[in-house]
């Protein structure tokens, strides 16, 4: 995957190479290691039936349901999942997908502090909450008219990435950039990503990595909301981004 290029399971255009069964499931990787090291990798899963257990072997995973439902087994202990819950597997634990039933969900792989870059930016971590469900947390303010909900930080066990919900309206944000690596996936909705003179188009599903200080914008040409799960390394705020001539974007304070 390269930095802002759409990728979408459901388009039928993953190549044969990205593409492996585990057990039952139907498993496509759309953020692949290539040349970089400690690279956070992305799988998205369909499953009807069960999937057979991973390892998330000096990495932690964090989980997002699309669509569908299943049992999420982390070290033995079963969870319900259904859409828009969220999941994170910590670093040497086992995980499995069993009773899937019409599944669909993304697993957002972090490097853990096994490695020089993921040590320097991984911080101390609390409260581990193994499953969260989207609705449950309270809401801040972005770029633009766009609302967020973070699901995952280190406030409640993910010291190495944050993971969160973004709400665009109609319209969008104007062109931004951020200071860290940020996985993109289309929950809900759809629109368009602008990055230069480039525009693709977005649906549920469509999957794309924005790498620091790459310029881009997301915008909404429909007349429902677009929701977009966003998960970035290192953790920090998902308001922390900032205009072409570098100004913080409303709602960011660079003293937070």
């Known amino acids: 995957m390269k930095p802002g290029i759409v990728y979408n399971a459901s ?12 057990g039952a499931g139907e498993c496509f990787i ?11 990798t992305v799988t998205e899963i369909w499953l009807d039936g069960d999937a057979n257990p991973l390892l998330s072997d000096k990495q932690d995973t964090l989980i997002f349901v699309r ?32 009773k899937g ?9 972090i490097p853990d502090a096994s490695f020089p870059y993921s040590r320097k930016n991984t911080v101390e971590s609390k409260n581990y909450t193994p499953v969260v469900k989207q609705g449950s947390m309270p809401t801040g303010n972005a770029t633009g008219n766009r609302e967020f ?7 409640n066990g993910s010291g190495s990435a ?8 109609t319209s969008g944000a104007p062109d931004h950039y951020h200071l860290y ?4 996936h289309i929950v809900q909705g759809g629109g368009e990503l602008h990055v230069g003179d480039t525009v693709q188009e977005l649906s549920a599903g469509s999957t794309f990595v924005v790498s620091p200080r790459l310029l881009h914008s997301i915008r909404n040409n429909r007349e429902e909301d677009l929701w977009i799960l966003g998960t970035f390394r290192p953790a920090g705020s998902p308001a922390a981004a900032y ?14």
Request: proline letters at 6%.
């Open 11 to 22: 388009s039928g255009l993953v190549e044969k190479e990205y593409r492996y069964q585990r």
């Open 30 to 40: 759309l953020l692949t290691t290539d040349t970089y090291a400690e690279p956070i």
């Open 67 to 98: 669509e569908g439902s299943a049992t999420l087994i982390i070290d033995g202990t079963s969870y319900e999942l259904t859409p828009k819950t969220s999941a994170l597997v910590k670093s040497g634990s086992t995980f499995n997908w069993v």
């Open 101 to 109: 039933a019409s599944l669909k969900a993304i697993e957002i792989s």
């Open 149 to 155: 909900e973070v699901l995952y930080d280190a406030s």
């Open 162 to 169: 944050a993971m969160f919900i973004g709400f665009i309206p």
């Open 181 to 184: 690596d940020e996985v993109c």
């Open 243 to 256: 205009y072409p001539d570098g100004r913080p974007a409303p709602g960011y304070s660079e003293t937070e």
